[in-house]
């Protein structure tokens, strides 16, 4: 089974580069994730947004602390495959994990919220990660961690090393080198990056976030324009693991 998952997408410039370059790669693929939640002009996901995604080759779209600031995905949750992260209290609309079969395998697609400097009251990602292992019936299992500490994903990996498949990090939307396999066999890489504009701070036009820096005031958000760059992780799972890890990096052409 071979899994390709699109790191953070990034208003216009990252659905530019889904629909550019997603359709290309998409027939090399057994299933294709995309990180979604910046889709929106930087923050959320509309039905717009989400329509492109899926229409470019997307299976599955994930979510992050940005989950709830456009009102279209409160509708859209209830029905479509899309993943909030399950460490949400009961009640919180949508579902955190996600099954797809492929050949008569089944893959158990997971993603939490980490608890480091991310601003929310959120539980605990170890324990309700677990949960979930336990209770949901698979063959391979992926786990997003959309965190901001990395010492917080490097731990969730050696916890679970040997009982999931992969553990893909996204949030920081800055691709890490350490693509590769944690000491029991699961595969792992702290950040697989972002798809969207490649002159801009993590997403966002520079001017705005340099006024942030400069005068500690807080400014005007505005998401950044220009040419983009697509950040994903291939995966190949085969004989109950990950036998492949390997990062993509494509950008738009001048």
């Not at 995905?73 to 479509?80: A, G, S």
């Not at 590769?180 to 990056?193: E, W």
């Not at 400014?219 to 040419?227: K, M, V």
Request: charged share 20%; net charge negative; with cysteine.
């Amino acid at each position: 089974m071979r899994v390709l998952f699109v790191g953070d997408v990034f208003g216009e410039p990252g659905l530019r580069a889904v629909a550019l370059r997603l359709p290309d790669l998409r027939p090399h693929y057994d299933v294709v994730i995309v990180n979604g939640e910046n889709a929106h002009q930087g923050k959320g996901l509309s039905r717009a947004a989400y329509r492109r995604l899926r229409q470019a080759g997307a299976d599955l779209v994930t979510l992050g602390n940005h989950a709830w600031d456009h009102k279209d995905i409160y509708e859209l949750i209830q029905t479509e495959p899309i993943l909030r992260a399950l460490n949400y209290p009961p009640g919180t609309p949508g579902q955190g994990h996600w099954v797809l079969e492929v050949g008569g395998k089944r893959l158990l697609v997971m993603q939490v919220m980490g608890q480091v400097e991310m601003g929310l009251n959120l539980y605990d990602p170890f324990r309700t990660t677990e949960a979930i292992l336990q209770q949901v019936p698979h063959d391979y299992a992926i786990l997003e961690v959309h965190a901001e500490a990395t010492s917080e994903k490097y731990a969730l990996g050696y916890y679970f090393d040997g009982r999931i498949s992969a553990l893909l990090g996204t949030h920081t939307h800055v691709p890490t080198a350490d693509a590769g396999f944690l000491p029991r066999g699961t595969a792992f890489q702290c950040d697989v990056g972002m798809t969207g504009p490649i002159h801009s701070i993590i997403g966002g036009e520079v001017e705005s976030f340099l006024g942030r820096f400069l005068t500690q005031r807080p400014t005007p958000f505005r998401a950044a324009r220009g040419r983009a760059v697509l950040c994903a992780t291939e995966l190949v799972l085969e004989g109950g693991r990950c036998t492949r890890i390997q990062p993509l990096r494509w950008e738009e052409p001048e």
